[in-house]
């Protein structure tokens, strides 16, 4: 069975960085793009941008380019989602997601469980 | 930047059909697809290529995409399908996710 696993939920403070997870069970974390999605509390979904795992070519939206960083670590099959600086605002649940049909209009049809994420001083 | 519309929430009684649409320019020229979220839960993907359905997912699920709008129908309404619709295309290579349907069933 194909899953994503994500890492636990996180409180922090302003300013502080961060690193969450999202680990591949089932299949091979290089084989599929993952995605990295938020969802503030309450709201709709945001694409935050893509990682190819194979060659770690990187993409990512406008409204998050230069806020965080996507990396992934195929000898364990994981994908992780990186701030430098947190700000009140990054308070969401954040979704790790893969697209297994090989290319984006299959859809995105396996999510992590989330991961939620709190700023608070 | 592109943009998705759609209704913010729709009421169903069971049984019945229910419709919900999402608007963008020139939608019928993309891809569409639709994910199904129940609270508390991770979005599930219903709908890819405007209206194919996932593995294990209800026939009662179909889709059409033309013009400027995609349309994901529900048939036969249950209470299981209680939960917020999300249409979604891409966009010079950014997922565009519509703004989201409640769909309250009755």
């Known amino acids: 069975e194909v899953r994503l696993v994500q890492s636990g939920a996180e409180v922090k403070k302003p300013g502080e960085s961060l690193r969450i997870s999202c680990q591949s069970s089932?299949?091979?974390?290089?084989?599929?793009?993952i995605n990295w999605l938020r969802q503030m509390p309450g709201k709709g979904l945001e694409w935050m941008g893509r990682?190819?795992?194979?060659?770690?070519?990187?993409s990512y939206s406008p409204s998050f380019q230069g806020h965080v960083a996507i990396s992934a670590d195929n000898s364990i099959n994981t994908a992780y989602l990186q701030w430098g600086s947190l700000k009140a605002s990054d308070t969401a649940m954040y979704y790790c997601?893969?697209?297994?049909?090989?290319?984006?209009?299959?859809?995105?049809?396996?999510w992590g469980q989330g991961t939620t994420v709190t700023v608070s001083s | 930047s592109y943009e998705l519309t759609q209704p913010p929430s729709v009421s169903v009684s069971p049984g019945q059909t229910t419709s919900i649409s999402c608007s963008g320019d020139?939608?019928?020229?993309?891809?569409a697809c639709w994910y199904q979220q129940r609270p508390g839960q991770s979005p599930v993907l219903v709908l890819y290529?405007?209206?194919k359905r996932p593995s294990g997912i209800s026939e009662r699920f179909s889709g059409s995409n033309s013009g400027d709008t995609a349309t994901l129908t529900i048939s036969e309404t249950q209470a299981v399908d209680g939960a917020t619709y999300f249409c979604?295309?891409?966009?010079?290579?950014?997922?565009?996710f519509g703004t989201g349907t409640n769909v309250t069933v009755l």
């Open positions: 997601a893969t697209e297994t049909g090989g290319d984006p209009i299959y859809g995105l049809d396996v």
């Open positions: 089932g299949y091979t974390l290089a084989t599929y793009y």
């Open positions: 990682i190819d795992p194979s060659d770690s070519y990187i």
């Open positions: 020139k939608l019928g020229e993309r891809s």
């Open positions: 290529q405007d209206k």
């Open positions: 979604q295309a891409w966009d010079n290579g950014v997922a565009v």
